[in-house]
């Protein structure tokens, strides 16, 4: 099963601050997401990346949320001027290649805005 | 976004007992997946269906895929303590995946 980290675990910050969440992925994958889960309910979409851009993005992803690879192997979810509501569980997921496109999740990064 | 009813929502039953919870939707997936949450952790994928009418084992898992491709179901066969979780389906349509509501397990020994 392909290995997904991410870092940090665990991210606090005060209410307007802006957070980067990050993934690496320990493989050659084809798609990366972001995906939010807040306490209880279930997994929600983000945004997909393809090919170093946005392919699809839910309507949760507005333009405070931001994803990028800088370096062609960290995947990077920003999310600025951080509000009560952004706390949550973020996970990052890897998927496709050339032999299937299961998609496998990272271990999530808790986000508590105080 | 897509909607998934996954039922039941949650289960209590006897170690040994066997296990069924389903997902439906009215929309048309390409790929359905299941996947087993713990607390704190993320998904981790037990099986992916692929093709309508696919019926895939994983131990003592099996899952398929419906031939509407609109459902799936999974079943566990004689449950034990470590089943215990949130059961989470998703389904696929293009590079987006949709996930279910949960159905949260507790297995008794």
């Known amino acids: 099963e392909p290995e997904v980290t991410q870092t940090p675990s665990h991210q606090v910050t005060q209410m307007g601050q802006e957070v980067i969440l990050r993934c690496v992925p320990i493989?050659?994958?084809?798609?990366f997401y972001w995906y939010r889960q807040i306490l209880g309910q279930k997994v929600e979409f983000l945004v997909s990346?393809?090919?170093?851009?946005?392919?699809?993005k839910s309507e949760i992803f507005d333009d405070q949320f931001s994803v990028e690879r800088p370096d062609g192997s960290n995947f990077t979810l920003k999310i600025r001027s951080t509000k009560l509501e952004d706390s949550a569980m973020y996970f990052c997921?890897?998927?496709?290649?050339?032999?299937?496109?299961?998609?496998?999740f990272g271990p999530g990064t808790r986000l508590t805005v105080t | 976004g897509q909607q998934l009813n996954q039922s039941p929502q949650s289960m209590f039953i006897q170690e040994g007992e066997d296990v069924s919870m389903n997902c439906t939707s009215s929309?048309?997936?390409?790929?359905w997946l299941w996947y087993k949450q713990d607390p704190g952790e993320g998904p981790v994928l037990l099986i992916a269906?692929?093709?309508?009418?696919e019926l895939t084992s994983n131990g003592r898992l099996t899952a398929q895929f419906g031939i509407t491709r609109k459902d799936s179901f999974l079943n566990i066969s004689a449950s034990i303590p470590s089943d215990v979780g949130i059961y989470f389906c998703?389904?696929?349509?293009?590079?987006?995946?949709?996930f279910g509501t949960g159905t949260s397990l507790t297995v008794i020994p």
């Open positions: 269906l692929y093709k309508a009418g």
């Open positions: 998703a389904g696929q349509i293009g590079n987006q995946f949709y």
């Open positions: 493989s050659n994958h084809l798609y």
């Open positions: 929309s048309i997936f390409n790929t």
């Open positions: 997921a890897i998927a496709g290649t050339h032999d299937s496109y299961e998609q496998y």
């Open positions: 990346f393809y090919n170093n851009e946005i392919s699809e």
